[in-house]
């Protein structure tokens, strides 16, 4: 039956349509808000998040989003993104179907389409920070693994990349003998088994480390995402660590677990890429080692680089030639997808991180020096 009221009131009405749902979106809107507002309270309490969260809540959501995942040859994260692409398509196409017979109209159709992607975005958000984002609030890990504050960094770095440089003269590729190299699948597919040693290695000194094996996928779009300067990312929603497979095999075990660091709840960049070096370093296989020490060096040279040009350059002329080619081909590969779009992408890592409490956005990527000084002095 048609209202008798005005046209702008019972507009809905008259146009056959139900009405647009403010309410509910409006409480998605307020569950995300909520949702804020408590990361920024759980942020003055670091050990109440650390304790009940990242040591409470958080490990049997990850051991349940694995399990799932686990079952799967496929990654599940992918495959949700073009399940909700495919819905917001079928929506806007709805939308668009019913404009073209005229029961629709424009304005209706815009607001509509907004209202969905607001309580699309507050869904994802809210989801984002029960399974996975309230450990970037975590206790910082030179804490909860007891490492000392290094005093003198200048010195103690120039011995660092010292020590790492020694590491790293022997070529394991040249010894023959690891036929798996530095590949982070088995022959079936699985993570290798060198993960699950390096991840046992190191729960008794990062008890977060213990429990299941990850389900590690290597990104299917790679390209894209060495265009955006990405070298992996973690999917919280199914808990699967994607590594980009497209870099040169010498990163790879390095990749694969800093994104396995942050499934196992360590969110913060250079927590992840400390734990994945100290797990290369545990894992008891020379092929990680190497991985691990030539990332490790990479990173320290580059900030004794901004200090002491002519050390660094001396420095990187005294490496035996094995790391020096592999330095070249990470440095070569990121500068062949080198793109417009990667300055766009740091942009949107940054402002992520930033959202996250973490206020040094990108540049805390080079505070996983702090941590390896930290381990330096308190003896390997
Ligand atoms: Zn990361």
Same mark, same amino acid.
């Given at each position: 039956?048609?209202?008798?009221?005005?046209?702008?009131?019972?507009?809905?009405?008259?146009?056959?349509?139900?009405?647009?749902?403010?309410?509910?979106?409006?409480?998605?809107?307020?569950?995300?808000?909520?949702?804020?507002?408590?990361?920024?309270?759980?942020?003055?309490?670091?050990?109440?998040?650390?304790?009940?969260?990242?040591?409470?809540?958080?490990?049997?959501?990850?051991? @349940?989003?694995?399990?799932?995942?686990?079952?799967?040859?496929?990654?599940?994260?992918?495959?949700?993104?073009?399940?909700?692409?495919?819905?917001?398509?079928?929506?806007?196409?709805?939308?668009?179907?019913?404009?073209?017979?005229?029961?629709?109209? #424009?304005?209706?159709?815009?607001?509509?389409?907004?209202?969905?992607?607001?309580?699309?975005?507050?869904?994802?958000?809210?989801?984002?920070?029960?399974?996975?984002?309230?450990?970037?609030?975590?206790?910082?890990?030179?804490?909860?693994?007891?490492?000392?504050?290094?005093?003198?960094?200048?010195?103690?770095?120039?011995?660092?990349?010292?020590?790492?440089?020694?590491?790293?003269?022997?070529?394991?590729?040249?010894?023959? !003998?690891?036929?798996?190299?530095?590949?982070? +699948?088995?022959?079936?597919?699985?993570?290798?088994?060198?993960?699950?040693?390096?991840?046992?290695?190191? @729960?008794?000194?990062?008890?977060?480390?213990?429990?299941?094996?990850?389900?590690?996928?290597?990104? !299917?779009?790679?390209?894209?995402?060495?265009?955006?300067?990405?070298?992996?990312?973690?999917?919280?929603? @199914?808990?699967?660590?994607?590594?980009?497979?497209?870099?040169?095999?010498?990163?790879?075990? +390095?990749?694969?677990?800093?994104?396995?660091?942050?499934?196992?709840?360590?969110?913060?960049?250079?927590?992840?890429? +400390?734990?994945?070096?100290?797990?290369?370093?545990?894992?008891?296989?020379?092929?990680?080692?190497?991985?691990?020490?030539?990332?490790?060096?990479?990173?320290?040279?580059?900030?004794? #680089?901004?200090?002491?040009?002519?050390?660094?350059?001396?420095?990187?002329?005294?490496?035996?030639?094995?790391?020096?080619?592999?330095?070249?081909?990470?440095?070569?590969?990121?500068?062949?997808?080198?793109?417009?779009?990667?300055?766009?992408?740091?942009?949107?890592?940054?402002?992520?991180?930033?959202?996250?409490?973490?206020?040094?956005?990108?540049?805390?990527?080079?505070?996983?020096?702090?941590?390896?000084?930290? +381990?330096?002095?308190?003896?390997?």
């Amino acid at each position: 039956m048609l209202s008798s009221g005005s046209m702008g009131q019972d507009d809905h009405i008259a146009d056959g349509n139900p009405p647009l749902p403010i309410a509910r979106t409006l409480i998605w809107l307020g569950c995300a808000g909520a949702g804020l507002g408590s990361m920024r309270l759980v942020q003055l309490r670091p050990e109440w998040v650390e304790r009940y969260y990242s040591r409470g809540v958080y490990p049997p959501v990850r051991r @349940t989003l694995s399990w799932i995942s686990g079952h799967l040859s496929f990654s599940l994260a992918e495959a949700l993104i073009l399940m909700l692409a495919a819905y917001l398509l079928w929506s806007v196409g709805k939308v668009v179907v019913s404009m073209a017979r005229g029961r629709t109209r #424009w304005w209706r159709a815009l607001a509509s389409a907004g209202l969905l992607l607001v309580r699309v975005s507050s869904a994802v958000l809210i989801a984002f920070l029960l399974l996975w984002g309230l450990n970037h609030a975590r206790q910082p890990l030179s804490v909860s693994a007891k490492l000392p504050e290094v005093a003198d960094k200048r010195s103690a770095l120039k011995l660092l990349v010292g020590s790492l440089a020694q590491d790293l003269m022997v070529d394991p590729r040249e010894r023959g !003998g690891g036929a798996p190299g530095f590949a982070v +699948f088995s022959a079936t597919g699985d993570p290798d088994p060198r993960i699950r040693t390096a991840l046992h290695a190191l @729960t008794p000194e990062v008890p977060s480390m213990e429990g299941e094996e990850p389900a590690l996928r290597r990104i !299917g779009a790679w390209p894209i995402f060495a265009r955006l300067g990405i070298s992996g990312i973690f999917s919280p929603f @199914t808990g699967e660590p994607h590594f980009n497979g497209g870099t040169p095999a010498c990163q790879w075990p +390095f990749e694969a677990l800093h994104e396995i660091a942050h499934q196992r709840g360590f969110a913060r960049e250079d927590e992840a890429n +400390f734990l994945a070096w100290w797990l290369c370093i545990s894992s008891g296989n020379e092929h990680y080692r190497y991985s691990g020490n030539l990332a490790a060096l990479s990173l320290a040279l580059g900030a004794i #680089w901004r200090d002491d040009p002519e050390f660094a350059a001396d420095f990187v002329d005294s490496l035996p030639g094995h790391v020096r080619s592999d330095m070249r081909a990470v440095q070569e590969f990121w500068q062949r997808y080198q793109s417009p779009v990667r300055a766009v992408g740091s942009k949107l890592n940054d402002a992520y991180l930033k959202s996250q409490g973490q206020s040094h956005g990108v540049r805390s990527y080079g505070r996983m020096l702090d941590l390896m000084l930290s +381990f330096q002095a308190r003896g390997r």
